[in-house]
């Protein structure tokens, strides 16, 4: 049984930083961030494939943290993190990490991830 465990959240002003890690205890193809925020539906953040073929360490982003966020992981370690950087009052959601058992080959809808963690809420105020 895959289990996700979330860690780093907190509270920040505008502009600040946050890292984000994920605990994974089995190995996966793809792993990703998604997050929800108040009053808002459930959007992927972004992706990165795992292994060592050809789309090994390929990631994904939203346009909205382009530029500002970036995925990353430790395969031996099996540890996933989002480095946030210049953080918005619109960062503001419950951040979420998720695996699949497939590639993937841009962000996906949420349906296509098997597993999922509880969350860890980021709070950015201006």
């Known amino acids: 049984l895959m289990e996700l465990v979330e860690s780093g959240g907190g509270s920040v002003q505008a502009g600040g930083s946050l890292r984000l890690s994920c605990e994974a205890s089995?190995?996966?193809?793809?792993m990703a961030w998604f997050r929800q925020g108040p009053g808002k539906e459930r959007e992927a953040v972004a992706t990165?494939?795992?292994?060592?073929?050809?789309?090994?360490?390929?990631?994904y982003y939203d346009d909205s943290v382009k530029g500002r966020f970036t995925i990353s992981q430790d395969n031996a370690k099996r540890m996933m993190y989002l480095q946030m950087n210049g953080l918005k009052p619109d960062d503001s959601a419950m951040y979420y990490c998720a695996s699949r058992r497939t590639y993937c080959s841009g962000l996906h809808d949420g349906d296509s991830y098997n597993f999922w963690g509880q969350g860890t809420q980021v709070t950015v105020s201006s």
């Open positions: 089995e190995y996966s193809y793809c």
């Open positions: 990165i494939n795992i292994g060592r073929g050809n789309r090994g360490g390929i990631t």
